[in-house]
């Protein structure tokens, strides 16, 4: 692997692990626990928000290294990386029907 394809891995890695993780929190339909207290089940919003929150911050970071990436190569991958984290906002969207 160049060290290009090992620098995209890693960098898509820490999108797609807490994308991964809260979706799968968000449609755990079968627990018992809620955020919040009395009988209002906050779940959804609060895994719903810190999904967004994890999408918003690394499409920050990407954005920071793409201005700051010295090579036009480099300055193609984090491109590439903020569009996928575009589509990742997207898909954030219609991953989280409760909190809306």
Excluded at 9 to 37: E, K, N, Y
Excluded at 67 to 89: C, E, H, N, P, Q
């Amino acid at each position: 692997m160049s060290k290009t394809t090992k620098k995209l891995m890693l960098r898509l890695a820490f999108l797609i692990v807490p994308f991964g993780i809260l979706t799968l929190v968000l449609h755990d339909g079968q627990s018992g626990g809620q955020t919040g207290g009395g009988a209002y089940d906050l779940s959804g919003l609060v895994y719903g928000l810190a999904l967004f929150a994890c999408i918003s911050v690394w499409m920050i970071w990407m954005l920071i290294c793409y201005f700051i990436s010295k090579t036009s190569l480099d300055r193609k991958m984090y491109l590439k990386l903020l569009l996928i984290g575009v589509i990742a906002l997207v898909a954030a969207y219609f991953v989280t029907p409760r909190m809306f």
